[in-house]
């Protein structure tokens, strides 16, 4: 089976720095994906990572440690806008079907 | 990018009746579609796989007789929630993926469905 975890809610400073943790338990593993998802909306994508180490893409890096079952989303600069929803989702294994953790509500304060 | 969209965007309907929510890959052709609920500060839940053709596939617990699927083409994907009652409320997503995505789900902008 598959299970994974996030804390359930962050709260950071606007223009800080703020990491999202993420650790899972899956029956194979075919990679680790990022999704952004603001109340009401659908998610987007933020990343997929499949190999160990830190994956930068502007603002937003992510990394993972297969070894450790351990991936985290790293925020910088954060602004207003970035409070969401952080959800870590990892496909089963075999097929292309995603479970999601229970998503992190990030909250960006003054 | 690869585009979903999701038809409608809310739905307000009496408990008993049944309504449909529709899945659209605008410019791709979808091989499998998901269907996912979410309840407020929830994750997403997978309710059921849809390959285009064949029956879908449920998650365990969903029952498959309330949550019709429907995929009947490579672009369009039907969910209709069988007489709809109050704890059916939620926010439905579809997502969608195929060959030309390299099997990356995109994600539908969800239906808000709510029971009274």
């Known amino acids: 089976g598959q299970n994974i975890d996030q804390p359930t809610e962050m709260t950071a400073t606007e223009g800080a720095i703020v990491q999202i943790n993420c650790t899972y338990q899956?029956?194979?593993?075919?990679?680790l994906f990022w999704y952004q998802q603001h109340a009401g909306e659908a998610p987007t994508f933020l990343s997929y990572n499949v190999l160990d180490g830190l994956e930068e893409k502007g603002r937003f890096s992510s990394f993972l440690s297969r070894s450790k079952g351990y991936s985290y989303l790293l925020l910088k600069e954060l602004q207003m806008k970035d409070s969401a929803s952080y959800l870590c989702a990892a496909p089963r294994f075999g097929n292309e079907k995603l479970t999601f953790g229970t998503g992190t509500r990030l909250t960006i304060i003054p | 990018g690869a585009v979903v969209s999701q038809h409608p965007s809310w739905v307000i309907c009496k408990s008993g009746t049944s309504v449909k929510i529709e899945c659209r890959s605008l410019?791709?052709?979808?091989?499998?579609m998901f269907w996912y609920r979410q309840f407020p500060k929830q994750s997403l839940m997978l309710m059921a796989t849809s390959n285009e053709g064949s029956k879908a596939t449920y998650e365990q617990g969903v029952e498959k007789d309330k949550f019709l699927i429907n995929h009947a083409s490579l672009t369009l994907s039907t969910l209709t929630v069988t007489s709809a009652h109050p704890e059916d409320s939620s926010f439905y997503i579809c997502s969608a993926s195929g060959p030309s995505t390299l099997d990356e789900q995109f994600f539908g902008p969800g239906t808000r469905l709510t029971v009274l």
């Open positions: 410019d791709f052709q979808a091989t499998t």
């Open positions: 899956t029956s194979g593993f075919n990679g």
